[in-house]
């Protein structure tokens, strides 16, 4: 397929967007990266993504698919040959794949983003511990889900890893600009040893922001978001 | 309400099935429970809230007994059309819906017209076709349907008439309640209708 049959709309800090550049580098399927710039929509994703006007977007010849774990699952279906697969074959193991990435975007990754937003140092520490509580119902959850394998997925990276491991770079600016840790060795061992092992995946270590990186992006994402008040 | 949208795709596959009612208020954690030996569905409980995580126990029927009936469309593009539509009728419609009992006044005006502005976007991606699966009833007819048995309520709430902003969604919404998976799994809209004024007693409005 050729490269430009493909391609993804995004922009580098997201972690939204990394979810189906993984999966497409799982499925070794080329693709062009566009990249949005910061506080202006182009034309084009207004009208790629008319309902909701957010990357990622996915271009297959000229069709769009909007919504990352949507475009996760049609990565997946589409490019069948290439192994493995990114959702397991049981249909109870996908269930509880899908019941887990829907636990990470509907009510893990608002507690996260409920830092940024947290006014004062007690309100930042209950928006931590909330992020916190929620790493620990995912330990839980690598242990049933990776049945002492190295990813949720098993022996290789799958949805699972892919929805929540995405979000790993933007931990770990968080942990520095804060200077804590959210992966505890003593509450979630398994996390850790994960966490590791997700970067350094060959689908996944070109496409994670650096920590640096992240964290100088975030110090000028806060200063447009306290700016002056505009009306 | 996520109950109903299993117990409509069980029918569909006419499947037996064992629909467990669980008590919504008094839980305090997520559990999910899943028992495929006895062929339970899963039950998703979280502290009060409407169940959103039904679609993954949709999805799960639809692969369990992948044979019988499909709810999604073979084609992969087809498949992500039906599965961005569902989830935006988890994201916006319930939400949508709730601001309409739940507030009142100018709030209320805002939250009529916000909620008629989700059904005429779904309007759009409906166009022509009898439901949202094409000819056949499909996964995204299912995810939105249940929320029909509610339209009582909130026209009552809110004091307007659904069928008259958006009546190409209405006739949709009567298509599908002429299936008897879903008039079978629908409650009462009278019934829906004093559950909500309950609710309101509960939030004070």
């Given at each position: ?9 995004g922009?580098?800090?997201s ?18 990266f566009?990249?949005?710039?910061l506080?202006?929509k ?6 790629l ?12 010849g000229d069709?769009?698919v909007?919504?990352?774990l949507v475009?996760v ?12 697969s990114?959702?397991p074959?049981?249909?109870y193991?996908?269930a509880?794949?899908?019941f ?7 009510k ?10 947290a006014?004062g ?8 511990d909330q ?10 959850a690598?242990?049933?889900c990776?049945?002492?394998k190295?990813?949720?997925g ?17 931990l ?21 040893k994960?966490?590791?092992?997700f970067c ?6 070109d ?21 002056p008040?505009?009306? | ?6 117990q409509?795709?069980?029918?569909e596959k ?8 669980e ?5 305090s954690?997520?559990?999910?429970e899943?028992n495929p030996?006895?062929?339970k ?15 993954v ?10 044979d ?9 593009y ?8 569902a ?11 709730r601001r309409?009992w739940?507030?009142?006044?100018e709030?209320q005006e ?12 779904l ?5 022509d076709?009898?439901?949202?699966g094409?000819e056949e009833?499909?996964y ?5 349907v ?7 309520a909130?026209e ?6 659904i069928?008259?902003?958006c009546?190409k ?5 009567k ?7 879903v ?6 809209p ?11 007693k509960?939030?004070g409005i």
């Open positions: 397929m050729a490269k430009s049959e493909v391609k993804v709309l922009a580098w800090p972690p939204f967007v990394m979810r189906p550049r993984i999966a497409l580098n799982m499925k070794a399927v080329e693709y062009e566009l990249q949005e710039q506080g202006a182009s034309d084009l994703l207004l009208k993504n008319p309902v909701y006007k957010k990357i990622p977007v996915l271009i297959h069709k769009p909007c919504e990352s475009i699952q049609y990565i997946d279906e589409v490019w069948t040959s290439s192994a493995p990114i959702l074959s049981d249909p193991d996908r509880l794949a899908r887990w990435a829907a636990y990470i975007d509907d893990w990754f608002p507690s996260l983003s409920g830092i940024a937003k006014q140092e007690e309100a930042k520490k209950a928006a931590i992020v916190i509580e929620g790493l620990v119902l995912l330990e839980d690598f242990v049933k990776s049945k002492g190295s990813f949720f098993g022996d290789h990276i799958g949805y699972l890893d892919i929805a929540f491991g995405c979000f790993l770079g933007w770990r600016a968080i942990e520095k600009m804060n200077n804590m840790k959210f992966l505890d060795e003593a509450k979630m061992p398994n996390l850790v994960w966490a590791e092992k350094s995946d060959v689908a996944v270590k496409v994670m922001p650096e920590t640096d990186k992240l964290a100088e992006f975030a110090k000028v994402l806060m200063a447009k978001f306290r700016g008040p505009t009306n | 309400m996520s109950g109903m949208r299993v409509i795709a069980q029918a006419g499947v037996e099935f064992e629909f467990r009612e008590d919504l208020t008094n839980k954690q997520l559990l999910l899943m030996i006895h062929k569905i899963p039950v998703l409980i979280h502290n009060g809230k409407p169940v959103c995580e039904s679609l126990a949709v999805q799960y029927v639809e692969e369990f007994w992948k019988k009936s499909p709810l999604l469309p073979s084609d992969p087809q498949r992500a059309q039906a599965r961005f539509w989830d935006y009728v988890d994201k916006k419609i319930y939400d949508a819906g309409i739940a507030t009142k006044g709030d805002v939250a009529k017209k916000d909620f008629t502005d989700c059904l005429k976007v309007e759009g991606a409906l166009g076709k009898p439901y949202f094409g009833f499909g995204v007819d299912l995810a939105l249940p929320f029909y048995s509610w339209f009582y909130y009552t709430c809110g004091n307007f008439s069928e008259a902003e009546p969604f209405i006739a949709w919404a298509r599908c309640m002429e299936r008897e998976s008039a079978k799994s629908l409650p009462d009278h019934k829906v209708y004093g559950f909500v004024l309950e609710l309101k509960r939030v």
